[in-house]
């Protein structure tokens, strides 16, 4: 094979290659994903409305306040948030950033799944190329095998070379406390239960800032959908508001919002 056929076939091949993607611009989006490999800037970031948020006023109050100070540059917590599924962990998360946003903050949101804890260094070392504060959420957080992924975390949270930069903190969602499987959290086995759960308590003792949401009360479910239903002009029954969540066997902040949509729906309206 002569040099002059290799050339051309090191063409074709360059030729069929896609171009490598370029690197997202970290002063132009609101919100990011980082793949473990690059980060894409979100296009139309639409987060929920600060104020529809119900019946998790201290929550959303605090998680506020903390993201205040990490915009203006202060010190501020990673922060824990855990509980019941549908209650608004996640919804709150972007809400914050979106009304600090309107408020002309510079700060945003950066996500990444949990399977790719193990790049996280790599995301760092590019975030540390920019002033520009950053929340990186870790959404559904739950460690079902092993401890290792717990370790690798508590290092990337305080301590070590690899932890986060100055101008991220960490926005992490569980739906338990202690972010331990189920079946260790709620084994009634009393023997030696710390050394089966201590990485994972020491994990979630690493959070400044642990924040708890809960199954609502059938009244603050009720007003949920009001608020819903009065920001896009739409009248409902309560008490088949009730019926959707018996229905589902749940009332969340989530459950509201799907009856609303079936809501509008019925009418006619788009959300």
């Excluded at 139309?44 to 203006?72: E, M, W």
């Excluded at 990186?136 to 949270?157: I, K, M, N, P, Q």
């Excluded at 007003?223 to 009065?230: S, W």
Aim: with cysteine; aromatic share 6%; proline share 5%.
């Amino acid at each position: 094979m002569t040099d002059a056929l290799l050339t051309r076939i090191a063409e074709a091949l360059e030729r069929l290659a896609p171009p490598p993607a370029l690197p997202a611009d970290l002063a132009a989006s609101p919100a990011y994903v980082w793949d473990g490999h690059a980060i894409h800037a979100v296009e139309g970031f639409a987060p929920v409305d600060y104020d529809l948020l119900t019946g998790i006023d201290a929550q959303k109050g605090a998680l506020l306040d903390n993201s205040r100070r990490h915009a203006d540059g202060h010190a501020a917590h990673d922060v824990l948030l855990w509980g019941a599924r549908g209650t608004g962990k996640s919804a709150v998360v972007a809400a914050v950033i979106g009304r600090l946003r309107g408020e002309g903050q510079d700060i945003a949101l950066m996500q990444c799944a949990i399977d790719e804890l193990a790049t996280l260094p790599t995301l760092f070392s590019l975030l540390r190329g920019t002033t520009r504060p950053f929340i990186l959420f870790l959404d559904d957080l739950g460690f079902d095998e092993g401890v290792g992924d717990a370790r690798a975390l508590r290092s990337l949270l305080q301590g070590g070379t690899a932890a986060r930069p100055g101008n991220v903190r960490l926005y992490v969602t569980s739906n338990r406390r202690h972010i331990v499987p189920r079946h260790l959290s709620e084994q009634d086995d009393p023997i030696n239960p710390r050394d089966a759960v201590d990485d994972k308590m020491a994990l979630s003792d690493r959070f400044g800032l642990s924040l708890g949401f809960h199954a609502l009360d059938q009244d603050t479910y009720v007003a949920i959908v009001d608020g819903y239903a009065a920001k896009l002009g739409l009248a409902f029954d309560p008490l088949e508001a009730i019926q959707w969540s018996t229905q589902r066997g749940s009332r969340s902040g989530r459950v509201a919002w799907q009856y609303v949509v079936e809501l509008a729906g019925r009418n006619g309206r788009q959300m």
